[in-house]
């Protein structure tokens, strides 16, 4: 029986059911209540029950033994067979209490074991137990070591079989995992190379991302760093992050500095994503390029806008080379709009302006804004919606329309006072420098600080004295100055009784001087009382 035990041990090859054979026919060749078999970890200087049968406790099936402690722990270092009769009141053994109340709770008594050992080297111990009293005889003892001496060989063929499994397992996943990556690097290689061609053929963003979206199988959205939209592979105007459906994200950018992001239609995968992101190195290839056309561009267009508004001595066939440069046809009505916008920002408000399609635009930075020249009438509405779509704020100065190219000088000068004064004025919207007089001119120059301050004084007399008395002569002087002098009109436009505005008149003649509400000293107070209260608005 000992011979056909060996035999079919010898034969398994996976691990656990090589123990679960040793203990169980170790327990039927000896007939006890219990068999276990250990191994052993001499880094921590301890064995560890495996396998069990007929322990009935968890505590014991799971038991670790300090090697030198118990019966196991002495099986353990693999020096001999060892053997107790009587574990718990035995005084040679040394003893754990823990282990002590574990082997209590299982009802053990006498326990003999058996090293495992294959050419020295020490795998775990193979042990039998009663739960009473017992002496186990030499025969015994030898079947036991027997059995193990074999379990051991058929242990340790099985423990190299697995891990031999185990190595050629990792293999073979290296080699699948290995030829994964090539596969990756191969489309990456191609793809790289048909975006290059892309590229450099002509730096079109739009082209890039049809090539990335035929491979990828999915449409592609190239947005602005705020999330605007620059170019896509659908027309579909609807935002990908609307739906449910997952979507894949990575940034576009060139040497730190993020120029957007590419938005897919779908989740990706590693390796698709990593597809994707080589889009993005190329879509940013092409944004650079493009911009450095547009920079030419912009500055060509910045030098014609000088040309047009600057530089009289410029010959009439150069300013309409330039225009038509452009698509603007000499002899049409031509306007001169001045756009408020940051100077950090000025480009990206240009390029929403160029999207937005409007016929034969030439547009620059000139000075501290954005000039742009055109002949399209119907600029205003679509101007408007892409600013409040953009949380912008829209100021803009208009001069013209204007035939002789001789004229657009001075209708930029125009266009120019118009948003100073909505700038001075702290307004919004877009105002006309065919409406401004000379009030516009002098708000322009309170705007840049160049405003004399002698233009103002003459009412400084009425500004003390409101403050010191908490009056209103200055509210007075500029309605009757508006009213041309009409008395009762300044007592109904203030509320007031006739009596008190002629005393008002009064007191105001007795501060500024007589002949302060005629000429020439009316123009000079009137303009003063304009300006101070446009400030006053603002503020």
């Given amino acids: 029986m000992l011979l056909d035990t060996a035999t079919d041990i010898t034969a398994l090859r ?75 009141s035995d005084p040679t053994l040394t003893h754990v209490p823990e282990i002590d109340e574990i082997v209590r709770a299982e009802g053990v008594r006498a326990i003999m074991g058996v090293p495992l050992t294959v050419g020295g080297r020490v795998l775990g111990a193979l042990v039998v137990a009663e739960r009473s009293p017992r002496v186990f005889s030499p025969d015994e003892i030898t079947v036991v070591d027997s059995l193990g001496r074999h379990a051991a060989v058929a242990l340790d063929n099985s423990m190299r079989f697995e891990a031999m499994s185990r190595l050629v397992e990792d293999l073979v996943t290296q080699q699948r995992r290995s030829a994964e990556e090539l596969s990756v690097i191969t489309r990456v290689l191609e793809l790289d190379e048909r975006l290059m061609d892309a590229v450099m053929g002509m730096p079109d963003v739009r082209r890039v991302l049809e090539i990335g979206s035929g491979v990828l199988a999915c449409e592609l959205w190239l947005q602005d760093p705020d999330g605007a939209p620059i170019a896509a592979t659908t027309e579909d105007p609807a935002d990908p992050h609307a739906g449910s459906v997952p979507i894949a994200v990575v940034p576009v950018a060139a040497a730190g500095e993020p120029l957007g992001r590419i938005v897919a239609g779908r989740g990706l995968d590693a390796p698709e994503t990593a597809l994707l992101e080589r889009v993005a190195v ?67 408000r240009m390029q929403a302006v160029r999207a937005l399609g409007l016929r034969s635009v030439m547009m620059a930075t000139h000075h501290d804004h954005v000039c742009m020249v055109t002949p399209e009438a119907r600029w205003e509405e679509p101007l408007r919606a892409l600013f409040a779509s953009r949380g912008w704020t829209l100021r803009v100065g208009i001069g013209g329309p204007v035939e002789d190219l001789r004229k657009l000088g001075d209708a930029h000068r125009r266009a120019q006072l118009a948003l100073g004064s909505l700038v001075a004025l702290g307004r919004e919207g877009v105002l006309d420098g065919a409406e401004l007089g000379l ?29 010191m008395r908490d009056t209103d002569l200055v509210r ?16 109904d436009v203030l509320h007031l009784h006739r009596n008190t505005v002629r005393q008002r008149l009064e007191r105001i003649g007795a501060l500024l001087g007589p002949g302060w509400d005629v000429s020439p000293r009316r123009l000079e107070t009137h303009l003063a009382l304009r300006v101070l209260e446009a400030q006053d608005q603002a503020s």
């Fill in 439 to 467: 009030l516009g001119a002098l708000l322009d120059l309170a705007r840049r600080g160049e405003l004399p301050v002698s233009l103002t004084a003459a009412i400084d007399p009425l500004r003390a004295y409101d403050r």
């Fill in 282 to 348: 190329h879509a940013a290839l092409a944004l650079l390029f493009a911009r450095a056309e547009e920079d030419a561009d912009l500055r060509l267009q910045s030098e014609a806008i000088d040309d047009l508004l600057e530089r009289p001595d410029v010959s009439r066939e150069r300013l309409e080379r330039l225009l038509q440069r452009w698509g603007l046809q000499p002899g049409e009505p031509l306007r001169t709009l001045v756009i408020d916008a940051p100077e950090a920002d000025r480009r990206r």
């Fill in 14 to 88: 996976d691990v656990e059911a090589v123990l679960q054979a040793i203990v169980r026919r170790t327990r039927a060749l000896l007939g006890t209540d219990m068999a276990y078999l250990s191994f052993t970890d001499l880094d921590r200087g301890e064995t560890e029950i495996r396998q069990s049968a007929g322990v009935a406790t968890l505590a014991y099936r799971t038991l670790r033994q300090p090697l030198g402690t118990g019966v196991l722990g002495q099986v353990g270092r693999g020096l001999a067979p060892y053997q107790t009769s009587d574990y718990l």
């Fill in 476 to 491: 007075t002087a500029s309605v009757y100055l508006e009213s041309d002098g009409s008395v009762a009109r300044v007592a």
